[in-house]
C-alpha cells in the first residue's frame, strides 16, 4: 500500500524559508499528482499548491503565490513545497495528497492518498 510521508515542517521566524518534501513509500508516484494543503484548529483543511504528474502545471492558492514553488523530483521520487516570506498565517499542519489520475486539482475531494501531516509554526 502506498503511504505518503511529509517532511520539513517546524518552528521558523517571519520572513524566512522552509522546504517541504512528500515522499511515497511502497511505491514511486510519479505519475500521480500531488498537492499540499493545510489545516489549523477549527477550519477546514485549505488548499495551498499542486503539481500534475509531469511538473509541467501548477497551482497555487493566492495567498503563497509568487512567494512559493512547487517542484517534483524524479531522481529523488519527491515533491518538494517551499515556501518563502513566510507569515504567522501559513502557521498549520501542512498535508501532502496524491491524486492518482495525474491531473491536478485544489479540490481536497479528488486526492485519494494523503499523508499524517507536518506541522509548519511561524513565529513573528
Known amino acids: 500500500q502506498v503511504q505518503l510521508v511529509e517532511s520539513g515542517g517546524g518552528l521558523v521566524k517571519a520572513g524566512e524559508s522552509l522546504r517541504l518534501s512528500c515522499g511515497a513509500s511502497?511505491?514511486?508516484?510519479?505519475?500521480?499528482?500531488v498537492g499540499w494543503f493545510r489545516q489549523t484548529p477549527g477550519k477546514e483543511r485549505e488548499f495551498v499548491a499542486a503539481t500534475n504528474w509531469s511538473g509541467g502545471n501548477t497551482i497555487y492558492i493566492h495567498s503563497v503565490k509568487g512567494r512559493s514553488t512547487i517542484t517534483r523530483d524524479g531522481v529523488t521520487n519527491t515533491v518538494t513545497f517551499e515556501m518563502n516570506s513566510l507569515k504567522p498565517d501559513d502557521t498549520a499542519v501542512y498535508y501532502c495528497?496524491?491524486?492518482?489520475?495525474?491531473?491536478?486539482?485544489?479540490?481536497?475531494?479528488?486526492?485519494?492518498?494523503w499523508g499524517q501531516g507536518t506541522q509548519v509554526t511561524v513565529s513573528s
Open positions: 495528497a496524491a491524486r492518482l489520475n495525474g491531473l491536478v486539482t485544489d479540490r481536497a475531494s479528488e486526492y485519494e492518498l
Open positions: 511502497g511505491r514511486a508516484f510519479s505519475h500521480y499528482a
